[in-house]
């Protein structure tokens, strides 16, 4: 089992940046691939950010590329999603998920634990 619990949402306006943060407990953290989804009120849950356990492999959906970077410290179990030049469209509940392996899935059904997600909201 792992836990995972995210912090870091909250109201930005429109151009801003937010620094969201996934800290896990439970079994090894640092052997786990992590993605970062996020949902929007009467949308799918979607992908938006994956890193590998080593941190070497790295995906982004394309409608944040360019503006969050996603990155892992396994000495602290935490993955942070730096979110830059926001956009009234970013607004949604974000979460952060684990999956074992190696290889990149933008497949939500991939991921074995997630957290309670973290609210994201955007202002125009």
């Known amino acids: 089992q792992v836990q995972l619990v995210e912090s870091g949402g909250g109201l930005v306006q429109a151009g801003g940046s937010l620094r969201l943060s996934c800290a896990a407990s439970?079994?090894?953290?640092?052997?786990?691939?992590v993605g970062w989804f996020r949902q929007a009120p009467g949308k799918e849950r979607e992908f938006v950010a994956f890193?590998?356990?080593?941190?070497?492999?790295?995906y982004y959906a394309d409608s944040v590329k360019g503006r969050f970077i996603i990155s892992r410290d396994n000495a602290k179990n935490t993955v942070d999603l730096q979110m830059n030049s926001l956009k009234p469209e970013d607004t949604a509940v974000y979460y952060c998920?684990?999956?074992?392996?190696?290889?990149?899935?933008?497949?939500?059904?991939?991921?074995?634990?997630w957290g309670q997600g973290t609210q994201v909201t955007v202002s125009s």
């Open positions: 439970g079994r090894t953290f640092s052997s786990y691939a």
């Open positions: 890193i590998s356990w080593s941190g070497g492999i790295i």
């Open positions: 998920a684990v999956r074992s392996g190696t290889a990149f899935y933008s497949d939500k059904y991939k991921y074995d634990y």
